[in-house]
């Protein structure tokens, strides 16, 4: 792996890559949403991690999340489980 791979990104690298403005990434990083660490008081971001972050939360959009799907039988079928009249 090369050592521009692994290097940590900048706020501003990351905005740039989710192209979404600074104060998004620095509200996603402080409300713990986004993955990243501090190093003397300045955010940074693992390209893997953010990645990663994408993944999931393109699956979680497409309700393929651990949490979207009901397990067993808990998916109502028919009138059962509707609302009542």
Request: zero cysteines; hydrophobic letters at 40%.
């Amino acid at each position: 792996m090369l050592m521009a791979e692994t290097a940590a990104m900048t706020v501003r690298e990351v905005a740039t890559y989710l192209n979404v403005n600074e104060k998004t990434v620095y509200r996603l990083a402080q409300k713990r949403d986004l993955p990243g660490f501090k190093v003397a008081g300045a955010w940074r971001f693992r390209r893997e991690d953010i990645d990663r972050w994408i993944e999931k939360q393109t699956a979680d959009s497409l309700g393929q999340g651990d949490e979207a799907a009901p397990q067993g039988d808990a998916v109502p079928t028919g009138s059962s489980g509707g609302a009542k009249r």
